[in-house]
């Protein structure tokens, strides 16, 4: 099998075997710092990966609290609602009811005059 056929069926655990093979193999000095680069960096990626997934489950835990806390707000905002409603109603229900400055005979015969609703206008702003 060819040097680069084994390192694309290199799989998760394969590093371990590969950076063997590579130590067991006669490599001349610069090529062993390359190899040497390219595991440290592979290393690293592995490190970054493991704080980016950290970072991600974190993200997810905080997600669910937040969700959380706006269904809670949610219902607050509804209890509130409910309250403000209670207290508006209490409050209309103590006051008198609001006055016509005509009774209901009165209009009916400013209705059935013919009066246009411009000369009733006037007469209301009179």
């Given amino acids: 099998m060819s040097d680069t056929t084994d390192l694309a069926n290199v799989g998760g655990n394969g590093l371990t075997h590969l950076a063997k093979r590579l130590t067991e193999a006669r490599i001349e000095d610069r090529d062993r710092e390359l190899i040497a680069r ?74 059935h005059s013919g009066l246009s609703f411009d000369d009733i206008f006037k007469d209301l702003d009179n």
């Fill in 38 to 111: 390219v595991i440290a960096d592979l290393l690293a990626s592995g490190e970054e990966r493991t704080r980016l997934l950290g970072q991600v489950d974190r993200l997810r835990a905080e997600l669910v609290e937040m969700r959380d806390r706006v269904q809670q707000l949610e219902t607050e905002r509804a209890q509130l609602t409910l309250e403000r409603d209670a207290y508006l109603r209490a409050i209309y229900g103590l006051l008198p009811p609001p006055e016509s400055p005509f009774t209901e005979e009165e209009l009916s015969t400013l209705i």
